[in-house]
Nanobody, 124 residues
Framework: QVGLEESGGGLVQAGGSLRLVCAAD????????LAWFRQAPGKDREFVAN????????YYSDSVKGRFTISRDNAKYKLYLQMNSLKPEDTAVYYC?????????????????WGQGTQVTVFS
């Protein structure tokens, strides 16, 4: 089991940037695939991006590709999401999630470990 805690959310004007950080409690961190999801009010939880255990492979949803960058630092037990060119439709609670295995899923239901979320609000 791994504990996750997100930070870095906030209020930002459209076109601006934010960097989200997910801190893990360090238990075999490199063995976990990690992902960012988001959930806007009244909507289902949506996949944003994922990264494999070594950080060598990433995958993005079409809605954020080219604007967001996912990365990880296994030595620091941290996962990051750099968000640039933010749009009002990016407004949501952002969650990090962990999967213990070789696969790197994109479905929320495949991830057993979740943080509590951090709010991102983009205003125009």
């Amino acid at each position: 089991q791994v504990g996750l805690e997100e930070s870095g959310g906030g209020l930002v004007q459209a076109g601006g940037s934010l960097r989200l950080v997910c801190a893990a409690d360090g238990r075999a961190f490199g063995g976990y695939a990690l992902a960012w999801f988001r959930q806007a009010p009244g909507k289902d939880r949506e996949f944003v991006a994922n990264v494999n255990g070594r950080g060598s492979s990433t995958y993005y949803s079409d809605s954020v590709k080219g604007r967001f960058t996912i990365s990880r630092d296994n030595a620091k037990y941290k996962l990051y999401l750099q968000m640039n060119s933010l749009k009002p439709e990016d407004t949501a609670v952002y969650y990090c999630a962990a999967f213990n295995g070789i696969d790197v899923p994109i479905r929320a239901s495949d991830y057993p470990f979740w943080g509590q979320g951090t709010q991102v609000t983009v205003f125009s």
